[in-house]
């Protein structure tokens, strides 16, 4: 890959979900399920509210901006779906239900005409279709997901009821019954395309997908399906219990007694799980571009994705290489502060990767467009951040190789996560490496000289990210990057920042040594970091205190 100065992945800022707060969601829940007699609201309302906030604390904010509160009960069936899953014979949990008719000309094309009563007749069910509407509408149509168009439903007959079979042949319509699966297991990086695989094997056919993860690692899936003749759920239940004892063993993350061979059978058969339908991907807008390749904000099955595209016309064996290696090496973390894999189209030449959709933005942008100057509680937590993933990174024999801002993404609640393994590598068995690889301003001098190297190098790089958060500006600013380079080849470093924290200053230069050896891990970085911030912290509440 080419060694380019640039911003690498990032994103764009989020939208905004209106002013609906979460509290008034939950109060909204309650409320109805006091008015419509429920039995929990009206034995133990108590208890209610606290299982409310229970739940509603395991999940993001857009599952409350996406509930529908004409069927708030079932609120209470998610939690007990969830609840199910916690253990692990019950995986996947799953749950179907009939929810409705759709009536179409038989005339047109199937999808285009809608006859249903879209004010009194919602397909989801128990989610709000408008919250789903205005996520995948700001995006290109391009599968099947933006076939179904909420919006063009026109009612049969305002007047009469679902017609009767004089009223279907007179009319030339026929009926879609609608059905709703939800499933909950533990969530993994490959869970949609199972999930969406699983239902597209018995012939179900995804209108709408809801998806959301716990903040304890469970899945929340729900799926509005057509494809199934009858309104009847026993045989649909049943199917889906066939499918899934077809997959036994990949949901729960036990393997239960199978043998090493058995094992090593069903990840090949399963290899192909991350492989995502080009035509469940929809592309909005370009957040970033590198040398080879554009990075969008998307979506994915209702989820907000980043799409990382390599360019048709820069293919060659070098670029596929490390196309392949960033997705094995993605396949193999798992880390709240490292980007998350979704899965990747590998059928060339559209090749992408589909990973979280980070709306914070990088590092970069939020420095060096705002021109941020940090307070040193908030630089001290990006910074620990970092280091827990790099630390799980290289626990994992993984060496980034380019560790800079602008590969560093924060999510909603400003949590940076580790991101763009383009370069990345697996470390071989000396434990070194001689590739020159990464972007100057942050490489170590050992990459730039072609001399081996090992995880060190991504200490190197870590120090020029600790001056630039207690800078907030670019490190060699006044050079061009082969300058930059050149000096730090000769012992050039950043200018050290006045007024920086003294404990800060030593941490940094330690970690920019010339020598590999002489800087310290991440896991000591961490360790120091992480005390300094406790002191700052205590220092900040004592006088509270007394």
């Known amino acids: 890959m080419d060694l380019v100065e640039g911003v690498g992945e990032s994103s764009s800022p989020p939208r905004s979900f209106g002013s609906c707060a979460l509290y008034d969601i939950k109060n909204d829940v309650y409320n109805r399920l006091v008015e419509s007699g429920n039995a929990e609201a009206v034995t133990n309302p108590e208890l209610l509210r606290e299982q409310l906030d229970s739940h509603f604390a395991r999940l993001p904010a857009s599952y409350g901006l996406d509930i529908n509160m004409d069927r708030a009960e079932d609120v209470l069936l998610h939690q007990k779906i969830l609840d199910r899953a916690k253990d692990p014979d019950n995986r996947p949990v799953y749950h179907v239900r009939f929810l409705e008719n759709y009536w179409t000309r038989s005339d047109e094309a199937e999808g285009q005409h809608d006859f249903s009563d879209s004010s009194t007749s919602k397909a989801g069910g128990s989610l709000n279709d408008e919250g789903i509407r205005n996520r995948m509408n700001d995006f290109e149509t391009c599968s099947k997901l933006g076939d179904l168009n909420l919006d063009v439903r026109k009612n049969f007959n305002e007047k009469e009821e679902i017609p009767a079979e004089d009223s279907i042949r007179r009319h030339g319509a026929s009926h879609i019954p609608i059905h709703e699966v939800i499933f909950s297991t533990i969530d993994k990086p490959k869970l949609l395309s199972q999930l969406s695989a699983l239902l597209s094997d018995i012939g179900l056919n995804i209108r709408e997908a809801h998806v959301f993860s716990t903040a304890d690692g ?139 959709y980070m709306p914070g933005g990088s590092l970069y942008e939020y420095l060096h467009k705002n021109h941020v100057v940090l307070k040193l509680s908030q630089l001290l937590s990006f910074a620990i951040d970092v280091c827990k993933g790099m630390e799980y990174l290289h626990q994992n024999n993984i060496i980034h190789r380019d560790l800079k801002t602008a590969n560093l993404l924060m999510d909603s609640n400003n949590v940076v996560k580790v991101a763009d393994f383009g370069v990345a590598r697996f470390q071989n068995k000396g434990g070194v490496m001689t590739a020159e690889t990464g972007t100057y301003r942050w490489m170590a001098p050992e990459v730039i000289n072609h001399q081996p190297y090992d995880q060190k190098a991504d200490v190197f790089s870590f120090a020029i990210v600790l001056w630039e958060l207690l800078t907030a500006k670019v490190p060699y600013d006044t050079m061009t990057p082969l300058q930059a380079a050149l000096g730090v080849r000769q012992g050039l470093r950043p200018e050290l920042p006045e007024n920086a924290h003294p404990r800060m200053l030593d941490l940094m230069q330690r970690c920019w040594e010339a020598i590999p050896s002489d800087r310290p891990s991440f896991f000591e970085i961490q360790a120091e970091l992480e005390l300094l911030l406790q002191e700052i912290e205590d220092t900040i509440e004592a006088p509270n205190g007394s």
């Open 218 to 356: 469970y899945s929340l899936d729900v799926f509005v399906v057509d494809g199934w003749p009858v309104e009847d759920t026993k045989a649909l239940h049943e199917e889906l219990e066939k499918a899934i004892a077809r997959s036994e063993g990949t949901w729960s993350g036990s393997s239960h007694s199978k043998s090493t061979v058995e094992k090593a059978l069903l990840a090949r058969s399963k290899s192909e799980d991350w492989e995502i339908d080009r035509r469940l991907l929809k592309t909005g807008e370009r957040i970033a571009s590198g040398s080879c390749g554009d990075l969008y904000h998307g979506m994915y099955l209702g989820m907000d994705v980043a799409i990382k595209v390599l360019r048709s016309e820069h293919l060659n064996d070098t670029l596929e290489d490390e196309f392949a290696q960033e997705i094995a090496i993605l396949r193999q973390v798992r880390h709240k502060n490292v980007v998350r894999f979704i899965g990747a189209c590998t059928n060339s030449p559209h090749l992408c990767i589909v990973t979280e």
